[in-house]
Antibody, heavy 120, light 109 residues
């Protein structure tokens, strides 16, 4: 059974960089697309972007200037960095898996989510 | 920016049929996906590629597409179906940017 687990600081200061890692267990990170999705408290889901195990990426245009995603196949992990954070970046951050970027079978596995609060 | 439009809320009595819609210009060209999210939990995929149901999802969940609108139908709604439902799709510009709808709160009366 594939499992995803987000990890990283739960509190980040304004203007600093948010860094999260998603560890994949029970399956290989290869051959899939790995996404980050966030959900501000009491609000809806927002797609941040995805990274392929090969390293190719696609980001939400509204966040693109601040987002960097990377993948470490040797550790079965992928990561998110979001720079220059503000209170508006406070959210529950999920990682999720899909089999393709086009005509996929959807996000079939999700992490439990990790809450990141931006505050001084 | 590309947007998917959902009604904020839908209410039904147990045993009735709930229909949740999602509208956008690109939906005739792009598949839609539906997720169920209960409080404090990660979303769960209930429909993919407009009308396919993942294994383990009850048969009362179905999806359909007509023009610029896709619909999630829950037949014989049960109390456990009360949740937020989100549609997801991609734009049709070739950039494959994914987007979620604003979500619909399904209340079982």
């Amino acid at each position: 059974q594939v499992q995803l687990q987000e990890s990283g600081p739960g509190l980040v200061k304004p203007s600093e960089t948010l860094s999260l890692t998603c560890t994949v267990s029970g399956g290989s990170i290869s051959s899939y697309y790995w996404s980050w999705i966030r959900q501000p408290p009491g609000k809806g889901l927002e797609w941040i972007g995805y990274i392929h195990y090969s390293g190719s990426t696609n980001y939400n245009p509204s966040l693109k200037s601040r987002v960097t995603m990377s993948v470490d196949t040797s550790k079965n992990q992928f990561s998110l960095k979001l720079s220059s954070v503000t209170a508006a970046d406070t959210a529950l951050y999920f990682c999720a898996r899909s089999d393709h970027y086009y005509d996929s079978s959807g996000y079939d596995y999700w992490g439990q989510g990790t809450l990141v609060t931006v505050s001084s | 920016s590309y947007e998917l439009t959902q009604p904020p809320s839908v209410s039904v009595s147990p045993g009735q049929t709930a229909r949740i819609t999602c509208s956008a210009d690109a939906l005739p060209k792009q598949y839609a996906y539906w997720y169920q999210q209960k409080p404090g939990q990660a979303p769960v995929l209930v429909i993919y590629k407009d009308s396919e149901r993942p294994s383990g999802i009850p048969e009362r969940f179905s999806g359909s597409s007509s023009g610029t609108t896709v619909t999630l139908t829950i037949s014989g709604v049960q109390a456990e179906d009360e949740a937020d439902y989100y549609c997801q799709s991609a734009d049709s510009s070739g950039t494959y940017l994914w987007v979620f709808g604003g979500g619909t709160k399904l209340t079982v009366l």
